[in-house]
C-alpha cells in the first residue's frame, strides 16, 4: 500500500509554524483512470496542491480506495490543512479500518502539528500492527529524535 511510504519518504524536518497553503483551482486535466498515478508523482515531486486535487478525483472515481484516501490525507498534511486531513483520515477509518497504514499516517500528521504524544501513540498502534516495517520504524525514528532536541 503506497499510502504508508508517503510521509516519511518526505520528512526533512518538523515545521508546525509554516503557513496553511492553498489548493489549486484547477488542474490540468489527465486521461480517466490516470488520476491515481498523476497523484502519486504529483505527491512524491512535493506538489501537494496538485496531488492533492488529482487523488480528490481518484476518490471520486473510486469511493473506496484507501490508497487515494490516504495520499489526500497525506497531502492535506503537507499543506498544513490539518481541518481538512482530519475529514480525510476519518474517511479512511470508514474504508479501510484503522490499519497500520492509517495508524502510520495519523501518527505523522500528529508529529507534523508538533503534537508528539498522539504521534506516538498512532505509530506504536501502527508498529504493534506491523512489527518491524522500515516505514513505521523510520517515523518513529524521527519522532524520536524531534521530541528528544
Same mark, same amino acid.
Given at each position: 500500500?503506497m499510502?504508508?511510504?508517503?510521509?516519511? !519518504?518526505?520528512?526533512? #524536518?518538523?515545521? %508546525?509554524a !509554516?503557513?496553511r #497553503? !492553498?489548493l $489549486?483551482?484547477?488542474? $490540468?486535466?489527465v486521461?480517466?483512470?490516470?488520476?491515481?498515478?498523476?497523484?502519486?508523482t504529483?505527491? *512524491?515531486?512535493?506538489?501537494?496542491?496538485y496531488? !492533492?486535487?488529482?487523488?480528490?478525483?481518484?476518490?471520486?472515481?473510486s $469511493?473506496r &480506495?484507501m *490508497?487515494?484516501?490516504?495520499g489526500?490525507a497525506?497531502? @492535506?498534511?503537507w499543506? @498544513?490543512r490539518?481541518?481538512?486531513?482530519d475529514?480525510?483520515y476519518? &474517511?479512511?477509518?470508514?474504508?479501510?479500518?484503522? %490499519?497500520?497504514?492509517?495508524?502510520? &499516517?495519523?501518527?505523522?500528521?500528529?508529529y507534523?502539528?508538533?503534537? @508528539?504524544?498522539?504521534?506516538?501513540?498512532?505509530?506504536? #498502534?501502527a508498529? =504493534?500492527l506491523? $512489527?518491524?516495517?522500515?516505514?513505521?520504524? %523510520?517515523?518513529? =525514528?524521527i519522532?524520536?529524535?524531534?521530541?528528544?532536541?
Amino acid at each position: 500500500m503506497m499510502g504508508i511510504s508517503f510521509l516519511a !519518504a518526505s520528512c526533512s #524536518q518538523n515545521n %508546525t509554524a !509554516a503557513p496553511r #497553503q !492553498a489548493l $489549486p483551482s484547477q488542474v $490540468p486535466s489527465v486521461p480517466a483512470g490516470s488520476e491515481l498515478a498523476t497523484a502519486k508523482t504529483s505527491y *512524491e515531486a512535493g506538489n501537494f496542491g496538485y496531488a !492533492a486535487r488529482y487523488f480528490e478525483k481518484s476518490l471520486k472515481a473510486s $469511493p473506496r &480506495n484507501m *490508497e487515494a484516501c490516504l495520499g489526500l490525507a497525506g497531502s @492535506y498534511d503537507w499543506l @498544513y490543512r490539518f481541518e481538512l486531513a482530519d475529514k480525510t483520515y476519518a &474517511n479512511c477509518r470508514k474504508i479501510g479500518g484503522e %490499519t497500520y497504514a492509517y495508524h502510520n &499516517n495519523v501518527g505523522f500528521s500528529y508529529y507534523l502539528r508538533g503534537d @508528539y504524544g498522539r504521534a506516538s501513540v498512532s505509530l506504536a #498502534q501502527a508498529r =504493534r500492527l506491523r $512489527p518491524g516495517h522500515p516505514v513505521i520504524e %523510520t517515523n518513529l =525514528r524521527i519522532l524520536r529524535d524531534a521530541s528528544s532536541g
